[in-house]
Each structure stands twice: as C-alpha cells, then as structure tokens.
C-alpha cells in the first residue's frame, strides 16, 4: 500500500458499471479506492435502501477485488437540507442522514461525507442556520454511535467555503466523530491563504478532495467543477508540499465527473499520473 492511498470518485467512472465492474475498473487504472456517490438523484438515493444481499454484494464485491469504499459522498443534502423552511424535506433529511450511516456500518464505509449546505435551493437566513446545526447535532450524536466519520467538505458556496468557518462548527459539536474534508479546488477558488487553511485543520482532516477550479472574482462566479488539472488555480506542487511539512498521513481522492465522456478511463489515468507527478514534485511521493 503506497503512503497516501489515492481514491477516485465514482462519477469519475462510467456510469453504467456494476459495482464489481467499478471496482475492477479503478483498480486497473491504477487508484486504490473508490468513493460513492449518494446525489440528490431518485437513482443514487435508492442505495440508502438497498436489501442485505445488496450490501453483501458489495461487500464481496470489494473482498474480491481489493479495492475498497472507505467514503461516501453524501450530497443528497442539497435536495433534502436540514436547514429547510419545509418540516417535510427537513424530516426527509433526517431520514437519509440515518439510512446512510445504516448502510456505512453495514458495507464498511467509514466517512460519510457531508455538503456543508444549511440550504441550498432555498434562500439562507437565520432559521435556516439555526435548523442546520440542529440537525448536524443530531447526525454527529447518531454517526458517534455507530463509529462513524461524518466530514464537512469546504464547499463551492460561502456558508462553509474555509476551514476557518468549519473550525466555528467543529467547537460547536466538540466530537472526534465530526472532521473536515477539504477539497484544494474549492479552497483556493474562494482565495483563501490554503496553506494556513490546511495547518489550521491539520489535526482533524478525514481525507483530501483534489480538483482544479477557476477563482471566484468580482466578476467571475467562479467553475467548481469540470476545469481539466493544470488549467485552474490550484498551485498543486504548492500543497502537496505544505502536507509533506505538515505531517499529513492521509488519503487524497481524484474528484471528476467524466462518467458520460467519451473517453473516461483515458481521462481518469491521465488525471492520476499528473496528480502522481505533481505530488512527486512537492515532496509527498
């Protein structure tokens, strides 16, 4: 196993695959893990109710290929928030909250990956903070219960877009089940100082999302998503090597949405040997 075992998301990978095949399939490649994905679609959210031969299935499925699942990506959150004026969507998110650390215990998911959203589709105020850290109280006393990792990603939205601001919902829930997961991309497109970001959560970071992304400006929203590696503004070398002096003994996971591309499997292997090189450049490998 290499020091820093390196993941690939599943939208990264052709969509149609059965999970044995994804699994197979990102180990071909090249990567270690694989990190699910929980959406907002009625597709994705259906696994949360998968049957017990379901999760067995893919419990062998990972046995039998040695590539494992240690995360979900649970963004399901932006349609159902906590944060909602609407008591049923914010019931409808306690339920999924609940169903997905279920399907963690049972598959061996360790970290459940949680949009830092307090809404998404709704506007933000007052009482939508105030339902959100209702409800994330409620899911990191739930996910401490059952031994798993419920982790904030620093988001492409200015509710929970630093480490800083996570830091302000980390004393609030004082729980070692409740980390951050920071995405480089997203960090740096909002302009934050990353390295002082990354030394200020160092101590409390499940995993490392890497993608590139174009910088939020005056008159630029900013692109989180889809900018190839090296096109954006992430300075790559530049954070691997504050890891390398910060001690960082972590995972890092390949964040791409290639699953309907023409050519993803070229995409996603092109994607790791950069990343590999760049991390040869800061000191990591």
């Known amino acids: 196993m290499r020091q820093h075992p390196l993941g690939i998301y599943e939208k990264a990978l052709p969509a149609h695959l059965s999970w044995p095949e994804r699994l197979a399939l990102a180990k071909a490649c090249g ?39 240690p995360s979900m990506c649970l963004s399901g959150h932006r349609r159902f928030p906590f944060g909602s004026r609407d008591p049923a969507t914010r019931q409808q998110a306690y339920t999924l909250m609940e169903q997905a650390i279920q399907l963690a215990k049972d598959v061996g998911i360790r970290t459940i990956q949680l949009a830092g959203y307090d809404v998404y589709y709704e506007p933000h105020d007052e009482g939508t903070v105030a339902r959100f850290a209702e409800g994330l109280a409620w899911a990191v006393d739930r996910a401490a219960a059952a031994q798993v990792m419920l982790a904030v990603e620093i988001m492409d939205t200015e509710f929970i877009n630093a480490i800083s601001k996570w830091k302000l919902w980390d004393k609030q829930q004082a729980s070692p089940w409740f980390t951050v997961y920071p995405d480089v991309g997203n960090l740096t497109a909002w302009g934050n100082d990353v390295a002082a970001e990354l030394a200020l959560g160092i101590d409390r970071i499940a995993a490392i999302h890497l993608k590139d992304t174009q910088p939020v400006t005056a008159s630029s929203p900013g692109q989180f998503r889809d900018v190839p590696f090296g096109e954006g503004c992430v300075d790559f070398v530049g954070v691997f090597r504050t890891l390398k002096q910060l001690n960082y003994r972590g995972a890092f996971l390949i964040e791409m949405w290639t699953e309907k591309a023409e050519e993803p499997v070229a995409e996603i292997v092109q994607a790791r040997r950069w990343i590999e090189q760049k991390m040869k450049e800061g000191g990591l490998q």
């Open 31 to 69: 990567f270690d893990f694989v990190e699910m994905s929980v959406d907002e679609t009625d597709l994705r959210l259906s696994r949360l109710q998968w049957s017990k031969e379901q999760r067995l299935s893919l419990v062998n499925a990972m046995m039998e290929t040695g590539v494992t699942i």
